[in-house]
Nanobody
Framework: QVQLVESGGGLVQAGGSLRLSCAASGSFFSINFMGWYRQAPGKQRELVAIMASGLSINYAESVKGRFTISRDNAKNTVYLQMNSLKPEDTAVYYC???????????????WGQGTQVTVSS
């Protein structure tokens, strides 16, 4: 049983900043990667940023240079620092993790409940 708990969403003016956090808890062997997705009303869910255990990072083109993903392995927590926010960044942001519950097991995909980010103009 693994839980992902997100925090840090809210309302911010264009040009402002927010920092999202996602903490994994429960019983597991390791986390292969953690990342962030977002979904705006009426649109498909899209990748924002992913950080693998080997520290390989992928960003969506729309957020490169503005968002930074980081990970604290000791706390099993991933962060998303969002700067220079734009109204088009408004969406529900979801934490995602692939978890090995036991050694030599297959990875299991988990999702957080989502946190709302609203950027006003």
């Amino acid at each position: 049983q693994v839980q992902l708990v997100e925090s840090g969403g809210g309302l911010v003016q264009a040009g402002g900043s927010l920092r999202l956090s996602c903490a994994a808890s429960g019983s597991f062997f390791s986390i292969n990667f953690m990342g962030w997705y977002r979904q705006a009303p009426g649109k498909q869910r899209e990748l924002v940023a992913i950080m693998a255990s080997g520290l390989s990072i992928n960003y969506a083109e729309s957020v490169k240079g503005r968002f930074t993903i980081s990970r604290d392995n000791a706390k099993n927590t991933v962060y998303l620092q969002m700067n220079s926010l734009k109204p088009e960044d408004t969406a529900v942001y979801y934490c995602n993790a692939v978890v090995l519950v036991r050694s030599f097991s297959s990875g299991v995909n988990y999702w957080g409940q989502g946190t709302q980010v609203t950027v006003s103009s």
